[in-house]
């Protein structure tokens, strides 16, 4: 790969110094290692850690291969990889919807494992200590091992346009009373739209996008996850009143069609100033102001997702962690460490930065760096990622997202009501989780 951030190497070394003194770490270009392959999704956020990669490959001198899928393909290949005699790949980037069957599936190494020495900088975000892993205990918790790294911290933002807010003397919603009024008083369809909400079906689309209402909303999918209570509780008042929400928003102040829109299309219409509010993963920060791209360069403002008053904003994790592969060669798994460990460190989550990613070290929020009109994204999400929500704790979640998938996108299409989607959904959740032998129950159906 050719390096692309102009950073100098004394300039990198100098910073990593600082930024790492007092811990164990060292220059992984003291000594050569193996090529390392990372497979990887094609994301808003890819492109930044491809950057990153290659300042880590000009200043280590190893290499990296970067195998890059759609989000799908992705998770196939890793699959694929991690059941064959030796894996092709040796760091996954799993997604929030996966990375539980990789831990519990004795796929990926714990890194301790692999080297004693190793230790998590003190200043990454554990994202619902999503990193760890308690095999015993068959869940994530911080008494467990650590399995992974995280790669990107991602939740959903709400993208407001601060130009009209500002001409109508508004500030960013916080209740979704709010958010409602606020889009309808925007909506001039079809020249812009009140709000643009994705509602297609995928492999995980529109769910996670409903994920901040229901969570908002003090609903749920389980009753306690965490104690090993899956009890299915979509179905509930607050499971309704979020669904009917969402669906009130795109037919009363959306997009007409909703139920075809993916995150490419709501991405598009916000930079295009088609839409004056979107709800959508903070990794498609760096497109609102690239003028090769937006017709509202420096117009958009970012806040938590919207609650219910006395509730916190709740947005779902949507992020990503590197692992590294239980199958493949030793050397691969050290050199993999060394990636890692590099990879940490506050200089190098720094870069991710204004590389145009989004750094998992909490260090970087407190930089001068979050007080630059760029990157005005960075103290919203500081304050959100605290409150963000670890949907699934168990290695079947794939199974549960695809019901979510289906139901959902009918319902705002207007094949079934928010009622018959909600209580199909928790009835083919419940036969999901009784079928792997998890503790489960239903609440009666709404009516």
Do not use: C
């Given at each position: 790969m050719k390096k692309e951030l102009k950073l100098s190497r004394r300039h990198v070394i100098a910073g990593m110094a600082a930024a790492t003194a007092g811990t164990a770490w060292r220059p992984v270009w003291a000594a050569s290692v193996a090529p390392i392959t990372i497979v990887i999704n094609q994301s808003p956020w890819f492109e930044s850690f491809r950057k990153t990669v290659e300042l880590y490959e000009a200043e280590s001198g190893n290499q990296v291969e970067l195998d890059v899928n759609p989000f799908a393909g992705s998770l196939e290949k890793q699959r694929n990889s991690v059941r064959a005699k030796q894996g092709q790949y040796?760091?996954?980037?799993m997604n929030s919807g996966w990375f539980t069957e990789m831990y519990a599936g004795g796929f990926v190494d714990p890194l301790t494992d692999i080297d004693p020495s190793f230790k998590l900088d003190p200043e990454i975000f554990t994202l619902?200590?999503?990193?760890?892993?308690?095999?015993?205990k068959k869940t994530v918790t911080a008494d467990g091992k650590l399995m992974s790294v995280p790669v990107s911290p991602l939740i959903p933002m709400l993208y407001y346009r601060g130009d009209l807010y500002a001409e109508a003397g508004l500030k960013a919603p916080r209740t979704f009373a709010e958010l409602e009024a606020n889009a309808r008083r925007f909506h001039e369809p079809p020249a812009r739209y009140g709000i643009v909400q994705r509602g297609a079906r995928g492999p995980h689309t529109v769910a996670y996008d409903f994920y901040p209402y229901l969570y908002g909303q003090g609903g749920g999918i389980f009753k306690d996850q965490s104690s090993g209570d899956y009890s299915v509780t979509l179905n509930s008042p607050q499971g309704r009143e979020a669904l009917e929400y969402y669906i009130r928003l795109a037919r009363e102040a959306g997009h007409p069609k909703t139920a075809a829109m993916d995150q490419a299309e709501v991405i598009q219409s916000m930079v295009t100033g088609h839409a004056a509010h979107i709800m959508m993963v903070i990794a498609a920060w760096s497109q609102m102001d690239d003028p090769n791209k937006s017709a509202i360069v420096d117009k958009v403002e970012w806040a938590p997702t919207p609650s219910m008053p006395g509730l916190p904003t709740a947005p779902g994790l949507g992020h990503w962690l590197a692992g590294i592969a239980r199958n493949v060669p030793?050397?691969?798994?050290?050199?993999?460490?060394?990636?890692?460990?590099?990879?940490?460190?506050?200089?190098?989550?720094l870069a991710t930065a204004k590389a145009?990613?989004?750094?998992?070290?909490?260090?970087?929020?407190?930089?001068?760096?979050?007080?630059?009109?760029?990157y005005r994204w960075m103290k919203p999400l500081?304050?959100?990622?605290?409150h963000a929500v670890n949907v699934y704790q168990f290695p079947e979640a794939?199974?549960?997202?695809?019901?979510?998938?289906?139901?959902?996108?009918?319902?705002?299409?207007?094949?079934?009501?928010?009622?018959?989607?909600?209580?199909?959904?928790?009835?083919?959740?419940?036969?999901?989780?009784?079928?792997?032998?998890?503790?489960?129950?239903?609440?009666?159906?709404?009516?």
């Amino acid at each position: 790969m050719k390096k692309e951030l102009k950073l100098s190497r004394r300039h990198v070394i100098a910073g990593m110094a600082a930024a790492t003194a007092g811990t164990a770490w060292r220059p992984v270009w003291a000594a050569s290692v193996a090529p390392i392959t990372i497979v990887i999704n094609q994301s808003p956020w890819f492109e930044s850690f491809r950057k990153t990669v290659e300042l880590y490959e000009a200043e280590s001198g190893n290499q990296v291969e970067l195998d890059v899928n759609p989000f799908a393909g992705s998770l196939e290949k890793q699959r694929n990889s991690v059941r064959a005699k030796q894996g092709q790949y040796d760091i996954l980037i799993m997604n929030s919807g996966w990375f539980t069957e990789m831990y519990a599936g004795g796929f990926v190494d714990p890194l301790t494992d692999i080297d004693p020495s190793f230790k998590l900088d003190p200043e990454i975000f554990t994202l619902g200590d999503t990193v760890y892993y308690n095999a015993d205990k068959k869940t994530v918790t911080a008494d467990g091992k650590l399995m992974s790294v995280p790669v990107s911290p991602l939740i959903p933002m709400l993208y407001y346009r601060g130009d009209l807010y500002a001409e109508a003397g508004l500030k960013a919603p916080r209740t979704f009373a709010e958010l409602e009024a606020n889009a309808r008083r925007f909506h001039e369809p079809p020249a812009r739209y009140g709000i643009v909400q994705r509602g297609a079906r995928g492999p995980h689309t529109v769910a996670y996008d409903f994920y901040p209402y229901l969570y908002g909303q003090g609903g749920g999918i389980f009753k306690d996850q965490s104690s090993g209570d899956y009890s299915v509780t979509l179905n509930s008042p607050q499971g309704r009143e979020a669904l009917e929400y969402y669906i009130r928003l795109a037919r009363e102040a959306g997009h007409p069609k909703t139920a075809a829109m993916d995150q490419a299309e709501v991405i598009q219409s916000m930079v295009t100033g088609h839409a004056a509010h979107i709800m959508m993963v903070i990794a498609a920060w760096s497109q609102m102001d690239d003028p090769n791209k937006s017709a509202i360069v420096d117009k958009v403002e970012w806040a938590p997702t919207p609650s219910m008053p006395g509730l916190p904003t709740a947005p779902g994790l949507g992020h990503w962690l590197a692992g590294i592969a239980r199958n493949v060669p030793d050397d691969r798994k050290r050199s993999a460490i060394e990636f890692l460990r590099w990879f940490q460190t506050k200089q190098a989550q720094l870069a991710t930065a204004k590389a145009g990613g989004i750094p998992v070290h909490a260090g970087v929020y407190s930089e001068p760096i979050a007080d630059e009109r760029k990157y005005r994204w960075m103290k919203p999400l500081a304050e959100a990622l605290p409150h963000a929500v670890n949907v699934y704790q168990f290695p079947e979640a794939s199974e549960v997202i695809a019901v979510l998938e289906l139901g959902l996108n009918r319902a705002i299409a207007g094949e079934i009501t928010a009622v018959d989607a909600l209580n199909g959904m928790a009835d083919e959740i419940h036969a999901v989780m009784e079928k792997y032998k998890y503790k489960t129950a239903q609440l009666e159906p709404l009516r």
